[in-house]
Each structure stands twice: as C-alpha cells, then as structure tokens.
C-alpha cells in the first residue's frame, strides 16, 4: 500500500515537467508551421491518469478512526463523571445516615432520661399512695374508737351536746368578728347559743347566758356601717372617673407662619412675610365672647383623673379597714379636686359630687371588742362535764 501511495506522488511530480516540456515543443511546431505552412499540428497532451480508490479508503479509515477515538474520550469522560457523582452520592448518603445515627441517639437518650423520671415518679407516687393507706388505715382506727365512744355515751347525758353546740357557736360568733368583722352574723351565733344554753334548764350555765346577754349588747353597740357595701359604692364611682368631663377646653393650635418663596423676584413678598411673622411672635389678637377659662393639655388631664382615682382608692382602702379619718380625708380631698379641676355645670360631675358627700356622712370606725367574755367560761364548763363523763382519757381524746 504505500508502494501505491508513491505511485500517484511520483506521477503528480512528473506531470508539471511533462507539461513544461511540451510547451516548447508547442512554440517549435508554431514557429516551424509558420515558416513551412504546410506542416501539421503538435499532438495533444495526454489524458490524465485516473485516481485509485485507495487514496479514499485511506482518508475513510483516518475518519473512522479519529471518531472511535473520541467517542472512547467521550465514554471514558462520561465514566469518570458518572463515577465522581457516585462518590458524591455515596458521601452525602453516609453523612445523612451519620446525621440521623446521632439524632436516634440523641432521642434514645432523652427517652432514657424521660424513663428514669417516671421510675422516680411511680417511686414517690407508690410512697405517696403508701403514707394515704397508713393514714386511712389511722383514721380507720380513730373512726372505730370514736364510734365505740358515741356507743358508750349514747342516751347517758345528752344535755352536753347541747352545751358542746353552745360552745362552737361562740367560737363561731368570736371568728366572725375578728377576722370577717361581720357583726350581724356574730350576734345571731351568740343568739342561737345562748338559746341552746336555755334548753338545758340547768341553772348552772346562768352566769354564762349572762356574760353572752353582754356581749350581744357590746357587739350592738358597736358602728353596724357595711364597709362592703361602702368600698362597692367607691368601686363604682372609679369606673365612672374618666367619663366625667372637665373645666378646660383644648389648647388653640399655633398658626402656620408663611412660607418664603425661592425667587428673588419676590423680595418684597419675602420681606413682608418675615415681617408679619416676628410681629406674631411678639404680638398676639384674639377676640371672644366667653368668659377666659384655664388652658390644660393633655397630660394634665390625665393626671388630674389619676389624682381623683388615688383619692378614691385611699377611701376604699379606709372604708374596709375601718380608718374613719383617713377615709373622710380621702373623700374631702377628692370633692376638692372635683371642685378645681372638672366642670360643675355638668349633670354627671354634680351627682357625682353628691354622692362622695353622702359617703364622707358615714362614720367607718368600729371598736370591736379584745374578746367574748362568754367564751372561756363556757369552754371551762364543758371541759369539767366532759372530764366528768368520760374521765381524764375521753377528755384527752377529745
């Protein structure tokens, strides 16, 4: 084959010196034609030499060559790309999984936690559940030695539960007053006590019904005003306060002072304007009809409510712990407030007014008593019948 190839070179090498060297020939004929005129013309060149069909194969097979070798470049690139996404894949799958080992971990160990604190829940749950059922069973027994008592007494002397009732209904009548400061309620225990008392027709109990006769007489003498009723009243007028309207009316808004213009065409417009307006600074014309009444903001409005509420508030305060002076300075200082600072031509603020007036009339001190004089001599009796019943032990268990 390249035997072939040099075949074809060598012929197209030669065939430029063939063509060279017919061409003078050409001229020698020309001229020698012209000189004779009768010889005849040169031979024509001769035909070209066919090309061989290995020349094409070759260049086929350089072709087919050249496109295996890219397409092996292009599988081995697709390969090695195809590889590297794999490898990207497999590193992202790990670390997912590591994320998710370490989150299960995370959880079994929160779980675990959560477990040991229901363990140590259930544990002071079983002993909580164990100190009820010793108590039960505690009670069990005092209930069991109670009833074996109320057996032993049953029919024996029913007069002391009568003075035992008596005696619970004065405790009863002291706890009212001192703590709730309901003296009605009190002296309607005491009444009902000193009526169990006569149903005894003992005569022994008569100096006890004398002391409870004396402190019911104490406990009605003593200021019957419902403070309760008093500070809801107070309550009541709190909410009322910020609809109540006051002596001011709003402040007048500052005119607007002219804006100058940019030209300076205008400068006796200008000049005017500054003029007119450093005369309303200094210089300021207003004209009314209506009596002058006092300027306030806002802010003094708001604290002028404010100020009547703390006044109120220190009333209801008074009122509920029976300080009559500090409650009827509180009321005084509130109509003095109403008095300055709100419109007394308005329906609501004069009944408003009216209504502190009525509750600065109300006398809010009480002396209650240090003690019941019933009480003790009362407890001491039922102690010796108790003693007398049942003997050192049933009063002890008692």
């Known amino acids: ?23 003078p020939a050409k001229k020698t004929s ?25 020349n094409a194969l070759l260049w086929v097979v350089v072709l087919i060559t050249l496109l295996l070798v890219i397409a092996l470049g292009a599988a081995g690139y697709w390969l090695w790309y195809k590889k590297g996404d794999n490898s990207a894949q497999l590193t992202a799958q790990q670390e997912q999984q590591t994320t998710e080992l370490a989150r299960i971990e995370q959880e079994n160990g929160q779980l675990q936690q959560q477990l040991a604190q229901l363990d140590r829940s259930r544990q002071e749950l079983a002993d909580m559940v164990s100190q009820l059922a010793d108590k039960t069973t505690q009670l069990q027994r005092q209930n069991q030695q109670t009833l074996s008592q109320l057996n032993n007494i049953e029919g ?19 706890r ?3 703590l709730e400061q309901d003296l009605r309620t ?24 004398e002391l409870i006769a004396k402190d019911i007489q104490a406990l009605r003498q003593v200021n ?7 500070a809801l009243k107070l309550s009541a ?46 210089i300021s014309v207003s004209r009314t009809e209506k009596p002058i009444e006092p300027v306030m903001t806002q802010q003094e409005q708001w604290l002028n409510r404010e100020q009547l509420k703390l006044q109120l508030m220190q ?34 603020v004069r009944g408003f007014s009216q209504t502190l007036e009525q509750l600065a009339q109300q006398d809010m001190s009480q002396e209650l008593p240090d003690e019941l004089g019933s009480a003790a001599p009362l407890q001491r009796l039922l102690e010796k019948r108790v003693e007398g019943a049942f003997g050192n032990q049933g009063a002890g268990g008692l």
């Open 1 to 23: 084959m390249a035997d072939n190839d040099k075949q074809p070179t060598e012929q197209s090498a030669d065939k430029p010196a063939t063509t060279k060297a017919a061409a």
């Open 237 to 282: 007028l709190l909410a009322q306060v910020d609809k109540l309207a006051l002596d001011t009316f709003e402040e007048p808004q500052a005119s607007e002072s002219q804006a100058l213009s940019d030209s300076v065409d205008d400068w006796q417009a200008n000049l005017a304007r500054v003029w007119d307006n450093i005369v309303d600074d200094f």
């Open 30 to 54: 020309s001229a020698s034609g012209k000189s004779t005129g009768s010889a005849p013309k040169a031979a024509a060149t001769p035909p070209p030499v066919p090309k061989q069909k290995s």
């Open 156 to 174: 024996r002397r029913p007069s002391d539960w009568l003075l035992a009732e008596a005696d619970y209904l004065v405790r009863m009548a002291g």
């Open 315 to 348: 009333a209801q305060s008074a009122a509920a712990g029976a300080q009559d002076e500090l409650y009827k300075a509180s009321l005084r200082h509130a109509m003095e407030q109403i008095a300055q600072n709100f419109d007394g031509e308005n329906a609501a």
């Open 224 to 230: 019957q005003v419902s403070s309760t009723s008093v």
């Open 176 to 178: 009212k007053v001192w």
């Open 186 to 209: 009190a002296v309607m225990l005491l009444e009902n006590a000193d009526s169990r008392l006569s149903e005894l027709a003992d005569p022994s109990v008569l100096p006890i019904r």
